[in-house]
Nanobody, 129 residues
Framework: QVQLVESGGGLVHPGGSLRLSCDVT????????IGWFRQPPGKERKGVAC???????????WYEDSAKGRFTISGDSAKPTVYLQMNSVKVEDTAIYYC???????????????????WGQGTQVTVSS
């Protein structure tokens, strides 16, 4: 059984930093894309960042425009663990952040969360003064 468990969410002031982690168990594929979606209150779930593994473009990354230059996705290529370093956070970054795995690879670039194969339960990030 594949399980994705996020951690690291919480309350942060505007301009501050936060690091999200996603630990994955039960997943053994070598070629996949792993990353983060977020869902602000009352809005749709949207991709934030992802990183490719194996034949999907090993180590290549993608960022949503508002995350570029502020967020950094990273992980251990030997195992499906992923992190999201969030710097210079803004109030509009407030959302539930979900870790996700897509074994086909297009969920983020195609803005298609329905293509995700595995989801975590989410972690709340609140940016407020």
């Amino acid at each position: 059984q594949v399980q994705l468990v996020e951690s690291g969410g919480g309350l942060v002031h505007p301009g501050g930093s936060l690091r999200l982690s996603c630990d994955v168990t039960g997943f053994t594929a070598e070629h996949y894309v792993i990353g983060w979606f977020r869902q602000p209150p009352g809005k749709e779930r949207k991709g934030v960042a992802c990183i490719s593994r194996g034949d999907m473009g090993d180590g290549s990354t993608w960022y949503e425009d508002s995350a570029k230059g502020r967020f950094t996705i990273s992980g251990d290529s030997a195992k499906p663990t992923v992190y999201l370093q969030m710097n210079s956070v803004k109030v509009e970054d407030t959302a539930i952040y979900y870790c996700a795995i897509d074994i086909r690879g297009s969920s983020w670039t195609a803005d298609a969360p329905y293509l995700v194969d595995y989801w975590g339960q989410g972690t709340q990030v609140t940016v407020s003064s």
